[in-house]
Nanobody, 116 residues
């Protein structure tokens, strides 16, 4: 059974940093594109960042470029999202996604709240 388990969320002040982790129990983890999405209250889920299979490339939503970094450790079946210079508008539930072809899997989400 595939499981994606996010961790690392919490409450942080504006300008602060957090690192999210997503541990995946999935065969051939390195062959999956891994992404982080987020959903703020009353808004649609949006793609934040993607790292392609084997870590060949990364892509970011414009508002997080230069502040967030996605990375993966294929030996640990884990993907990370390092978030810096956090803003109140980054407040959302952050979800991990694993995708390959027409198959994708989701984690349960972790709450990130940026507030003073």
């Amino acid at each position: 059974q595939v499981q994606l388990v996010e961790s690392g969320g919490g409450l942080v002040q504006p300008g602060g940093s957090l690192r999210l982790s997503c541990a995946a129990s999935i065969s051939f983890f390195s062959s999956y594109d891994m992404s982080w999405y987020r959903q703020a209250p009353g808004k649609e889920r949006e793609l934040v960042a993607t790292i392609t299979s084997y870590g060949r490339s990364t892509n970011y939503e414009d508002s997080v470029k230069g502040r967030f970094t996605i990375s993966r450790d294929n030996a640990k079946n884990t993907v990370y999202l390092q978030m810096s210079s956090l803003k109140p508008e980054d407040t959302a539930v952050y979800y991990c996604n694993a995708a390959k072809g027409v198959t994708d899997f989701w984690g349960q989400g972790t709450q990130v709240t940026v507030s003073s």
